[in-house]
């Protein structure tokens, strides 16, 4: 004797089956939410926490940082050239960095001078800062452009604009 079949539950019709959250009905969207919910987490609370707690706390940051996105490409099975890394416009693009933020620095400095403003830490600070500063740019830059976009073009397939406006909008919040 054949036992009749239980339906399974549906998304469109109500039952009294308890509803997983939709990351777990969706294994594809899974995934690229926890890559962003990983990168967010780690970025408000080194931001917020334990930014300068311990000796070695934004080379930790750092690590983790692109540990948590090399392990997202590994996932996806993106290469280098895939999230744009490349050496046939390196020498191209880093002149074109180099000289816009060149231009802006130039017209940041005559600005403060011409509003009396130009107060620079001591030289001898400048080295360092500088480096944390260029590597904690090049994190914005690679966590935007080849985590946060893509994985919200993941989780919002057929949609134009609301991948990026949804990148930017976690991105400035953090």
Sequence with gaps: MQQPAVPEPSIT??????????VALFPSVRWPFVEIAAMSALLLSYIWLWSGAFEGAFSLCVVVYFGI?????????????????????????????????????????????LLGGLDFPPLADWPLALRDGIIWGLMQ???????YYPRFATLLPGHRDE????????????
Excluded: C
């Design 13 to 22: 019709r109500s039952s009294d089956v308890v509803r997983a959250p939709v």
């Design 69 to 113: 996105g090399i392990a997202a490409h590994w996932r996806a099975g993106e290469r280098a050239r895939d999230v744009g890394i490349r050496i046939d416009n390196f020498g191209r693009a880093a002149r074109d960095a180099f000289l816009a933020s060149l231009a802006i620095g130039l017209v940041l400095a005559g600005a403060g001078a």
């Design 141 to 147: 830059q690679y966590g935007l452009l080849t985590i």
């Design 163 to 174: 991948p990026l406006w949804a990148a930017s909008a976690v991105f400035a919040v953090l």
